[in-house]
């Protein structure tokens, strides 16, 4: 347990996450430590769109979770839903009043879908967050193509 501090609506600060071997949970029993960045801002909600991207496109950026390589694909976003390829089966919904995120797309080494869940940065119209793909988990980001 511990606090973040927040000013002006923003959080920004370093943080260690851990979790002690042996810990209850079906994944990482041997435990670990990571020094990550927590960011974030309150969110707005009652915007039409929760996110805007130039043109309507973006990309979003699988990496780590047990995938041999980083997967980049193209996006469209249509007010708070994101979609890919008919070949990637992107699909994700974005709640405008949490700024949450959940969705999915097809792991391209095994045909099966991954579960994507996350938040957005309404600041710099950004999301990220996270997939669990057996028992290793990997990142997600989704962002406007200039």
Not at 38 to 58: F, M
Not at 84 to 96: H, M, N, R, T
Not at 103 to 129: M, R, V, Y
């Amino acid at each position: 347990m511990g606090w973040l501090q927040v000013t002006n609506d923003t959080i920004s600060r370093t943080v260690v996450w851990t979790k002690a071997a042996g810990a209850k949970g079906k994944n990482y029993g041997a435990g670990f430590t990571n020094m990550v960045e927590a960011s974030g801002q309150a969110i707005k909600p009652g915007a039409a769109k929760a996110i805007r991207w130039g043109d309507n496109s973006g990309e979003v950026l699988l990496t780590g979770g047990g995938l041999s390589t980083a997967v980049t694909t193209a996006a469209s976003i249509n007010f708070n839903k994101i979609s890919g390829s008919a070949s990637d089966k992107l699909k994700v919904a974005i709640v405008p009043g949490t700024g949450l995120f959940k969705g999915s797309i097809l792991n391209p080494e095994t045909g099966k879908a991954l579960k994507l869940q996350g938040a957005i940065n309404q600041t710099d119209n950004t999301a990220f967050g996270y997939f669990l793909n057996g028992n290793l988990s990997g990142a997600i980001s989704m962002e406007d193509v200039p």
